[in-house]
């Protein structure tokens, strides 16, 4: 394609030859409405020119990315361009779009402050993450809100340069951000993923702890990007959004897995803190005294049975290995709630089945297994309810 400056030139040239040659010719004998005429010619020549270099300039000129939505971190290292992914996870862009702009109301800074320019990379992990976004002043711990995960099936942990929101449990989400050093398959969904690097992974890789980021860029191309909002309003409108679609998600988990245990261990006793269990074999003797210890061993699932896994010599799961005996002090050791409850309940040879919601098992926190190098790592999702099967092999008093 030629370029907007040859194509102008010869614009240029053929209106020059219709409308102007003769205004630039002697004009002194030509009179003066025939030169009125021939100088409204030419301001309509230029007109057409400047319509049509307007034209060429923003049409031939390549774009500098892709129709998309992106964010430049610039740093003293290099530059870190980032394309957001504003369709798949519109209510996590617009938070990172509008902090990044200053038009999403915060407690930390004053209305239209760029809240990431000048914070810091404060987290940095070898082979796993680089993290910021937390505010520069060291009085706030963040923005002042919290939104749910948004999480998209297409957006996975699959290598290095994934870009992902960091928080301190599921659904509360703020402003610090991550962006993945290799594949972190195991944190997904668990976590929003919710862009990726497009330009500068090595400046990624560079990184170092407490490394400035200078300014945070949006670029908008293309219409899509150019329409979409990222106000309070609008984010606020999609939080709440989510929520509701949260609390349904909820509801509907905590009815089916009620109907899960009533229909495979109707039986089932319950304690105060909500433990439930069955004794699938009675035990023999006085149930453990404190500070007693018992050889224990138990295998478990998560009520869906995706998940299975047995039990580690030192109390801790693993999954899909044969289960490991362990020694389990009372009222010391610690499993996770339930676990801790039950045990102490139990007498020597008694089994029994354990079903733990998620506030007895682990909680908003989850379980992540010891890293293997080439495995993929045994992950229990925050929020899961897991049952066990669980027998206390030994008891030895103190």
């Known amino acids: 394609m030629s370029s907007p400056k040859k194509l102008l030139k010869a614009f240029f040239l053929l209106i020059y030859d219709i409308h102007l040659k003769d205004f630039f010719c002697p004009i002194i004998s030509i009179p003066s409405e025939e030169v009125v005429l021939k100088r409204k010619k030419m301001q309509l020549g230029v007109f057409i020119i400047l319509v049509v270099y307007s034209f060429l300039t923003s049409s031939c000129s390549p774009s500098k990315y892709p129709d998309g939505l992106y964010a430049e971190l610039n740093m003293g290292k290099g530059q870190i361009v980032l394309q957001l992914e504003f369709e798949k996870t519109p209510m996590t862009v617009a938070n990172f779009v509008g902090l990044a702009e200053g038009t999403i109301d915060n407690s930390a800074l004053p209305a239209g402050t760029p809240y990431f320019d000048g914070t810091t990379f404060h987290r940095v992990v070898p082979n796993h993450v680089i993290q910021a976004g937390a505010p520069k002043d060291a009085q706030s711990r963040g923005p002042g809100y919290m939104f749910p995960n948004e999480i998209h099936p297409d957006l996975r942990h699959s290598g290095a340069g994934m870009l992902g929101m960091a928080n301190s449990g599921p659904h509360t989400n703020s402003s610090q951000f991550y962006i993945t050093l290799s594949d972190r398959s195991y944190l997904d969904n668990i976590y929003t993923v919710f862009g990726h690097v497009i330009q500068g992974i090595e400046v990624v890789h560079l990184t170092t702890q407490e490394d400035v980021i200078d300014s945070v ?159 993929q790592r045994f992950v229990i999702p925050p929020n899961t309810t897991l049952v066990y099967e669980i027998e206390v092999l030994d008891i030895k008093s103190d």
């Open 217 to 375: 860029v949006i670029v908008r191309i293309g219409k899509k990007s150019k329409q979409f909002k990222s106000d309070t309003e609008s984010f606020q409108k999609l939080v709440t959004e989510a929520n509701q679609k949260l609390k349904e998600e909820k509801d509907a988990k905590k009815k089916r897995e009620a109907d899960l245990i009533q229909t495979n261990w109707p039986e089932a006793n319950a304690t105060e803190s909500g433990l439930k269990y069955v004794v699938v074999q009675e035990g023999q003797g006085q149930k453990p005294e404190s500070g007693a210890t018992l050889k224990v061993i138990y295998s478990g699932k998560s009520i869906d049975g995706n998940l299975a896994f047995t039990s580690r010599g030192d109390g801790n799961l693993t999954p899909l290995l044969e289960a490991a005996p362990f020694e389990f002090i009372v009222e010391q050791s610690q499993i996770n709630p339930g676990i801790n409850e039950a045990l102490a309940d139990m007498k020597k040879g008694e089994k029994r089945i354990l079903i733990l919601i998620s506030d007895l098992a682990f909680g908003t926190n989850g379980y992540y297994a010891r890293e293997v190098q080439g495995q």
